[in-house]
């Protein structure tokens, strides 16, 4: 069995740091405009951002502790205590994406409307600009690294950034007259923050019941059973540890090599499938084809 653990701890965490940045700056000019220039939209925005920001040192705390090495009573690290941060996160999310939409159809019944001074619509789509390229950064960094909470931090980046846009929105059609709008898009927005919430919840649960996709296992046998020695792959499983993928496949080879050569097509396998990508460790199983 080979093992090659994550090895960009440091690069995840620049995302998490820059999220956490963003909210604070982003969220302390919000709350300030909408609880001074007359904007119930923009101050709730900024509660959401502040919200966020403690959702991100959350996560953040969780990537930290999944770094821990392994010990005794957790003989393959820690690993998955990000993908436990990244499911109460999803939590989080949701839980603002269905208060917001029942605020904002609270607002939308009662015709509660407001007409907010311009610097809202300017704070609103400045935030949305901001968060836009937060999410550009956190979604290329978790791609690359295939970090799961890099992954569900851009897809809340992503709702914030509607979010601002659509209340630099709701302020711009408020002075035009069109009030009830602003309570249109805000309900939108929230069901657009609740299915991310569901999303980042069904993936965290998928990895922590060790569920893996069958394309992938596809691809990865597909890959041995090109290697020379091996005659076909009798079972391949695997499953996520945050961002590190753990394989155990069976191959069958000619039941009348040496041990040795066996070995020799085993340590090929394990280069190969480390090769293709973020596989952490993979087991290889030899058996005599019949």
Do not use: C
Request: no cysteine; net charge negative.
């Amino acid at each position: 069995m080979t093992s090659n653990h994550n090895a960009n701890p440091k690069l995840a965490k620049r995302g998490i740091y820059l999220s956490i940045a963003a909210y604070i700056i982003i969220s302390t000019s919000k709350l300030f405009v909408g609880a001074n220039f007359h904007s119930n939209a923009v101050f709730a925005d900024g509660m959401n951002n502040f919200t966020d920001a403690f959702a991100s040192i959350a996560l953040l705390i969780g990537m930290i502790l999944s770094q821990r090495p392994a010990d005794q009573n957790h003989r393959y690290g820690h690993y998955k205590i990000e993908t436990i941060t990244t499911l109460i996160m999803s939590f989080v999310i949701f839980y603002i994406g269905i208060t917001l939409t029942k605020d904002s159809i609270i607002s939308l019944i009662n015709q509660d409307y407001d007409t907010p001074t311009p610097i809202n619509a300017i704070i609103g789509l400045a935030s949305g600009v901001v968060m836009s390229g937060v999410y550009w950064y956190n979604n290329t960094l978790g791609q690359k690294l295939n970090s799961p909470s890099l992954k569900a931090s851009a897809k809340d980046n992503l709702a914030d950034a509607l979010t601002s846009f659509a209340t630099a929105l709701s302020v711009i059609l408020s002075r035009t007259g069109i009030a009830w709008l602003d309570g249109a898009m805000a309900v939108i927005v929230g069901l657009i923050i609740v299915k991310s919430g569901l999303v980042i919840f069904r993936d965290s649960a998928f990895a922590l019941s060790d569920g893996f996709p069958q394309t992938e296992l596809d691809e990865y046998k597909h890959i041995v059973e090109d290697i020379p020695g091996v005659i076909s792959v009798a079972d391949i499983r695997g499953r996520n540890y945050g961002a590190n993928i753990y394989i155990d496949i069976t191959i069958y080879v000619d039941p009348h090599i040496s041990v040795q050569a066996g070995h020799d097509i085993t340590e090929v396998v394990e280069t190969t499938l480390q090769n293709t990508g973020n596989i952490t460790a993979i087991d290889v199983h030899v058996e005599p084809f019949r």
